[in-house]
């Protein structure tokens, strides 16, 4: 792993320019795709969480500004540090990187929903960045219990 | 392990550069690497030396006093720390418990004593908790009360959390949870196997029936 080939490192000079150019296209914009969206079926309509990821195959990062619902007047973006979640203004999106949120990490907190959302259905939310524009996600509602990584 | 070519060393700074700024895109935690972990490692620890139960004498959901281990004497009980203004862990948490409970025989069900001390208690009154864990499982016990006795109770059990504050940059009131669950035999009252939070269903579902028995998981 991590092992670079000896004999590459002789040709230093083209190396450099060959390798400036491995993010291939868009390398002065963010090019964002979203995916991997879900929210699991909260307890109560009083709140609830939503997860997503972000990758970016651009060369610019992108910054998550701001998270807005028809299914509730107040989203707001969360990190999770430690024991604790702390609300953030703004979370970045790293060129050729993503942004991922995940159960006991950086989480959507839905407060105050309309109606609870039950599994099943699906909640449009929209998603601001700070250059790119809007993105709209259909997160489908999962049971309480669903994990990620086993898809049920 | 992972060895690195320290020839790298002698070749020209902006070539270094260039090669690491391309590698670090996918070096991040991606989820896909975490689950290849996950798969191999146990949920439940096994502990040596078991906590004693807590001296928790607190108020049920029901506005009524509750002797924690008087009421859980001899049964097999698991205990957890949170809150219910929490969207993300707390009720995960709950809800792995209760998913896995419904499968085990309805006579140890009805044993199980699955209980949630609030770690909010301006927040989480009676009431409240009572509203909140009826969506999860009606038969799991709430428990709200003195912050201070909630905190020693906690300590005992290795498990720190803070009082619901004021964030100074935001103002958004912020509130702690704990990040273990603690299952304790009915033959011993010991609190002798502790789980994360990133245990799942699968993980509570396997082990349970050995915690109602008092083996180990």
């Known amino acids: 792993m991590n092992r670079l080939a000896p004999t590459a490192l002789l040709i230093t000079g083209t190396l450099a320019l060959a390798l400036a150019g491995c993010g291939g296209s868009g390398d002065t914009k963010p090019e964002l795709s979203v995916g991997s969206a879900y929210m699991p079926q909260p307890v109560t309509g009083d709140m609830a969480a939503g997860y997503f990821t972000v990758v970016n195959k651009g060369g610019a990062k992108d910054e998550l500004t701001s998270v807005t619902s028809g299914a509730s007047a107040r989203v707001t973006l969360h990190e999770t540090v430690g024991q604790s979640m702390e609300q953030v203004t703004s979370l970045d999106v790293p060129a050729h990187g993503q942004l991922v949120f995940k159960s006991g990490g950086n989480h959507l907190m839905f407060e105050n929903l309309k109606r609870k959302p039950v599994q099943g259905e699906k909640v449009t939310v929209e998603l601001h960045f700070a250059t790119s524009g809007p993105i709209t996600i259909e997160m489908p509602v999962k049971s309480a219990t669903y994990n990620p990584a086993t898809g049920h | ?217």
Not at chain 2, 3 to 25: P, R, W
Not at chain 2, 166 to 175: E, L, M, N
Not at chain 2, 184 to 193: A, E, Q
């Open chain 2, 1 to 217: 392990m992972r060895k690195k070519t320290f020839a790298a060393a002698a070749l020209l700074a902006a070539a270094t550069l260039t090669l690491s700024a391309c590698g670090s895109g996918d070096s991040g935690d991606s989820p896909v690497a975490v689950v290849s972990e996950d798969s191999s490692q146990k949920a439940a620890t096994v502990l040596d030396q078991p906590f004693e139960k807590p001296d928790l004498v607190l108020t049920d959901t029901k506005g009524q006093k509750y002797d924690f281990r008087q009421e859980t004497a001899g049964r097999p009980t698991l205990i957890y720390f949170g809150y219910t203004h929490c969207p993300d862990i707390c009720p995960l948490t709950m809800n792995n418990i209760a998913v896995a409970k419904k499968q085990l025989p309805k006579a140890e069900q009805d044993k199980l004593r699955v209980v949630f001390v609030t770690t909010d208690p301006a927040r989480d009154t009676p009431s409240e908790l009572g509203k909140w864990l009826k969506g999860i499982d009606p038969q799991f016990i709430g428990l709200t009360g003195d912050f201070a006795t909630i905190q020693a109770g906690a300590r005992t059990l290795g498990i720190s959390i803070e009082p619901t504050h004021k964030d100074k940059k935001t103002g958004k009131v912020v509130s702690v949870h704990g990040t273990q669950v603690i299952a304790f035999s009915p033959k011993t009252d010991g609190g002798y196997v502790l789980y994360g939070e990133d245990a799942t269903v699968d993980d509570y579902t396997k082990d349970l029936p050995k915690i109602i028995k008092g083996q180990n998981p």
